[in-house]
C-alpha cells in the first residue's frame, strides 16, 4: 500500500456489486489476507500522531507539570510516581468517553466526521440504551438535558482530579519518605466515580467507552485503599484483565482472529509473511498452524502464565523477563492496529506492567501478602472476577467488556440486511450527528460503487471469524433474495447510530433496533438483523436470533461452533447446519412484496 493511496480489491468497479453477495465476499476475503483493509498508510500515520502528541506527549506533560514530578521529558524522574500513575488513568479514561482514544476514525468505520463520543453523547436526542431496564429512573431510549449534563460533568470531574495537584498521604509517607508529589486527593475521586456509575446506568455505551470495567475499580482503589494495599489491588485488576482474556481465548474462535489481524498490520508488509497465516492460500484461508502457534503460544499462553509470574515472582530478573514481555506484547497489538483501535489502552498496559511490577515489587513488600488483610485481598479477587465469570457463563447478561474477553473472537456479532433503498431511512433518524458511512465515504470523494466496496470489505473481514460462517448461513436460510439487497457489517454500522463500536453485539441488539424503528419506521422486510450471542464457555453451541426491525424476533436457533470454523468464508458447501428452536409463522397482513422474507420461518 501506498502512502496516501490504498489497495482497493482488483474487481471490476461497474459489474461487482451485481455478483452474489458470497461471490463477492469470496473475493474481498481472498483480498483481505495480502492486503487487510488497504487502508493507505497516511490513516495509520494520522493514529500514531495523535496517540504521539495527544497521548503520550500530552497526557504525561498534564500529569508531570500538576504534580510536581517534572520535567515531563526526563522519564527516570517521573516513571514510578505514584501519583503520576494515578493520572494517567484518569486521562485515559477521559480521551475513552470523551471518544478520541479507542474506536476513533477510519479504521474504526468513522470517516467524516472521525469523532464519535461527545458529538453524541453531549446532543440531546439522541440514541441511550440502558443497560438494565429493572433499573429505576432509567427508561426510555432517548436521551435528555439531564444525561448530557451527567457526561459533561463526568468529563469535568476527570480534570479536576488531574489538574490540581497531588496531596500528601500518611499511608504513602510510611512507604516511600523521600515522595514529595503526594496522591490524587481522594476527595476529588469521588465524583468522577460516582459520575461513571450513573452514566452507566443511563447508558451503557457511555461506560463500555469509557472502559468502566477496568477503570472504575482502579478509580475505587486510588479513593479508599491506603497506599501498599492500592498497588498491590491495581496488581490484582491487572493480572485478573490479563488472565481473563487468556482464558478467553481458549476454544475454536481465536484462531481464526490472529490471521485477519496479521493481514491488517501495516507492519507486516511481506505478503508471504501474511499468506503463511492460511492453511493453502487461496484455496483454503482456514487458519494455518503458524496461525494457532500466534493465536495459543504467543498469545494465551502470555496472557495466563506470565501475569501469574509477575503477581508471585520476588525474583527481579525473573520479573523483569515477564515485564518485558508484556510490554512486546501490547506493543504488538498497537502495531496490528486492530479494528477497534484500543491503541491508547495497550500503550497504558505497557506503561502498567512497568510501573506496576519493576516500580514496586513483591520483594520490596508489594506482594500479595503485603495487603494488610488477607480477607481484603481475597475480597477484591472475588469482586475483580465476578463479572469474568458471570459473563463466560451467561454472555448473554454480561457485555464481553466486562468479561474481560477482549479481542478473543468470542463475540456477540450481526449483520443487517436493507431491502434496496430501505439503508437511507436511517439518515433520517433525528439528532443524529453523521450520515451512513456509505454516505460519509461519497461525501469525502468517493465513487458511490467505490464507496459501496468499501463498506463490503468488511462483509470480507466478518466471515473469516468463526460467527461469520454462521450469520452468513442464516442469511442465506432466510432471505433468499439477499442477492439483491444491502448488506452490513453491524459493528461498523451501529458507530454511525450511537457513536462508538468495539467488536460487542450487545451494543447493537434488539435494544438499538427497536430504539431506531421507534423514530424511522421500517416496513415489515425492509431491515432485517441476523444476530448472535457469545457462545458460553461451557457450551459448544451459539444462539442466534433473526429479528425484522418491524416484526420483533421472528426466528431463534443455534448453531455448533466446530461446523462453523471448519467452513471457507464464503460457504462454498452451502450453509453450516442451522437448529432452528423457534419461528414466528409468516403472519397473514405481510406486504404481498415482501414474501420472502419470512419463506421457511413457519415451524
Excluded at 474504526?108 to 453524541?120: Q, S, V
Amino acid at each position: 500500500m501506498g502512502f496516501k493511496t490504498g489497495d482497493f480489491p482488483p474487481v471490476d468497479q461497474e459489474t461487482f456489486l451485481e455478483k452474489p453477495l458470497m461471490e463477492r465476499t469470496k473475493a474481498l476475503a481472498l483480498h483481505w489476507v495480502e492486503y487487510g483493509f488497504g487502508t493507505p498508510k497516511m490513516i495509520h500515520t494520522i493514529y500514531v500522531f495523535k496517540v504521539l502528541f495527544l497521548y503520550v506527549l500530552g497526557g504525561t506533560a498534564l500529569a508531570t507539570w500538576t504534580s510536581d514530578a517534572g520535567p515531563f521529558w526526563d522519564v527516570m524522574a517521573w516513571w514510578n510516581q505514584p501519583v503520576v500513575y494515578q493520572k494517567l488513568v484518569l486521562w485515559t479514561v477521559f480521551l475513552e468517553t470523551l471518544g478520541v482514544a479507542g474506536s476513533w476514525g477510519p479504521i474504526a468505520g468513522k470517516f467524516k466526521p472521525m469523532t464519535g463520543g461527545i458529538l453524541f453523547w453531549a446532543r440531546p436526542g439522541t440514541i441511550r440504551l440502558r443497560p438494565w431496564k429493572r433499573v429505576p429512573f432509567t427508561s426510555g431510549d432517548r436521551r435528555t438535558v439531564a444525561d448530557v449534563l451527567l457526561y459533561l460533568a463526568f468529563l469535568a470531574s476527570l480534570l479536576i482530579a488531574i489538574a490540581l495537584p497531588g496531596a500528601s498521604s500518611g499511608s504513602l509517607t510510611d512507604a516511600l519518605p523521600e515522595n514529595t508529589s503526594g496522591l490524587v486527593r481522594p476527595a476529588l475521586l469521588i465524583a468522577p466515580i460516582v459520575l461513571y456509575v450513573l452514566n452507566g446506568l443511563r447508558d451503557k455505551t457511555v461506560f463500555l467507552a469509557g472502559r468502566g470495567e477496568q477503570y472504575l475499580p482502579a478509580l475505587v482503589f486510588f479513593a479508599v485503599l491506603p497506599f501498599t494495599d492500592m498497588i498491590v489491588a491495581a496488581k490484582l485488576l491487572i493480572c485478573v484483565i490479563w488472565v481473563g482474556a487468556g482464558m478467553s481465548k481458549f476454544g475454536l474462535h481465536f484462531t481464526n482472529v490472529v490471521a485477519p489481524m496479521i493481514s491488517n498490520s501495516p507492519c507486516v508488509p511481506s505478503k508471504r509473511v501474511k499468506r503463511l497465516h492460511y492453511r493453502d492460500f487461496p484455496r483454503d484461508i482456514r487458519p494455518s498452524k503458524v496461525s494457532s502457534f500466534m493465536a495459543h503460544v504467543g498469545g494465551t499462553t502470555v496472557e495466563v502464565i506470565t501475569p501469574l509470574v509477575l503477581l508471585f515472582s520476588t525474583n527481579h530478573w525473573l520479573t523483569l523477563a515477564g515485564v518485558l514481555l508484556m510490554v512486546a506484547f501490547h506493543l504488538f497489538i498497537t502495531s496490528a492496529f486492530p479494528l477497534a483501535v484500543p491503541l491508547e489502552w495497550n500503550l497504558l498496559f505497557a506503561y502498567l506492567s512497568v510501573f506496576l511490577f519493576l516500580g514496586f515489587p513483591a520483594q520490596d513488600g508489594y506482594g500479595v501478602g503485603d495487603m494488610s488483610s488477607p480477607w481484603l485481598a481475597a475480597g477484591i479477587a472475588a469482586a475483580l472476577l465476578f463479572f469474568p465469570v458471570l459473563g463466560n457463563l451467561r454472555p448473554d447478561l454480561v457485555s464481553f467488556l466486562p468479561s474481560m474477553r477482549q479481542y478473543a473472537g468470542n463475540w456477540a456479532s450481526a449483520l443487517w440486511v436493507f431491502a434496496p433503498g430501505a439503508e437511507e431511512k436511517l439518515n433520517a433518524l433525528p439528532h443524529r450527528p453523521t450520515r451512513n458511512q456509505v454516505d460519509q465515504l461519497q461525501a469525502m470523494g468517493y465513487p458511490p460503487a467505490v464507496a459501496e466496496i468499501t463498506m463490503q470489505q468488511t462483509l470480507g473481514w466478518r466471515s473469516m471469524h468463526s460467527q461469520g460462517r454462521g450469520l452468513f448461513s442464516v442469511l442465506l436460510k432466510n432471505i433468499p433474495d439477499v442477492d439483491q439487497r444491502t448488506v452490513r457489517e453491524a459493528e461498523f454500522a451501529c458507530n454511525s447510530l450511537i457513536g462508538f463500536n468495539f467488536g460487542d453485539g450487545h451494543l447493537h441488539n434488539i435494544d438499538l433496533i427497536n430504539a431506531v424503528q421507534s423514530r424511522v419506521g421500517f416496513a415489515p422486510g425492509e431491515w432485517i438483523v441476523v444476530w448472535v450471542e457469545s457462545q458460553a464457555i461451557h457450551r459448544g453451541i451459539q444462539h442466534y436470533q433473526v429479528i425484522d426491525a418491524a416484526l420483533g424476533v421472528i426466528e431463534r436457533g443455534t448453531w455448533k461452533v466446530a461446523d462453523a470454523v471448519e467452513e471457507q468464508p464464503w460457504l462454498p458447501n452451502g450453509p453450516i447446519p442451522l437448529d432452528v428452536v423457534w419461528a414466528l409463522r409468516q403472519p397473514s397482513t405481510a406486504p404481498a412484496a415482501q414474501p420472502t422474507v419470512a419463506e421457511g420461518l413457519a415451524p
